[in-house]
């Protein structure tokens, strides 16, 4: 079992810059992919980006490319997503995830933490 804590969310104006970081206690924490996924109201959950098992290999979704890096630190335990240039439309509710596949779903994501909101005020 793997459990997953998110921290580092809140209000921010838009054009700023966020930090989110994803604790995992349980299993090894080297042998998942690690993803990040966000609900805005209304909407449904979509893929934000994912870091491979070594950490050489990322996919960002086209709205967070150039903007967002997700990086890990496996002696931590872990994942980290700098959100930089944040737009209102980054709003929602940011979910880190675990998993044993490069994917783009939601579906193939095993573990998965509480959610933590991220607001980006106009």
């Known amino acids: 079992q793997v459990r997953l804590v998110e921290s580092g969310g809140g209000l921010v104006q838009a054009g700023g810059s966020q930090r989110l970081s994803c604790a995992a206690s349980g299993r090894s924490f080297s042998m998942y992919v690690w993803g990040w996924f966000r609900q805005a109201p209304g909407k449904e959950r979509e893929f934000v980006t994912y870091i491979g098992k070594d950490g050489d290999n990322t996919v960002y979704a086209d709205s967070a490319k150039g903007r967002f890096t997700i990086s890990r630190d496996n002696a931590k335990n872990t994942v980290y997503l700098q959100m930089n240039s944040l737009k209102p439309d980054d709003t929602g509710v940011y979910y880190c995830?675990?998993?044993?596949?490069?994917?783009?779903?939601?579906?193939?994501?095993?573990?998965w933490g509480q959610g933590i909101q991220v607001t980006v005020s106009s």
């Open positions: 995830a675990a998993g044993p596949y490069s994917a783009t779903s939601a579906s193939l994501y095993a573990y």
